[in-house]
């Protein structure tokens, strides 16, 4: 599966610390659940990735 192919999956999300000091990305969805946990600064990077998708997600859009 590739960024632009769309799919019919629905899934709940859920960001949060751990008690281990981690950034937990909690994925769950009807066939599967997906604990991803990173560390602070790799949470930072993402969340730095994220902001620079939406912006450019944003160009995309047709302007009204």
Same mark, same amino acid.
């Given at each position: 599966?590739?960024?632009?192919?769309?799919?019919?999956?629905?899934?709940?999300?859920?960001?949060?610390?751990?008690?281990?000091?981690? !950034?937990?990305?909690?994925? =769950?969805?009807?066939?599967?659940?997906?604990?991803?946990?990173?560390?602070?600064? =790799?949470?930072? =990077?993402?969340? =730095?990735?994220? !902001?620079?998708?939406?912006?450019?997600?944003?160009?995309?859009?047709?302007?009204?």
């Amino acid at each position: 599966m590739s960024i632009n192919k769309p799919n019919e999956i629905a899934a709940n999300l859920q960001i949060g610390p751990t008690d281990q000091g981690m !950034v937990r990305l909690y994925i =769950e969805a009807p066939q599967f659940q997906l604990p991803l946990d990173f560390d602070p600064d =790799e949470a930072m =990077e993402i969340a =730095e990735e994220l !902001v620079a998708a939406a912006n450019k997600a944003r160009e995309i859009l047709p302007k009204d």
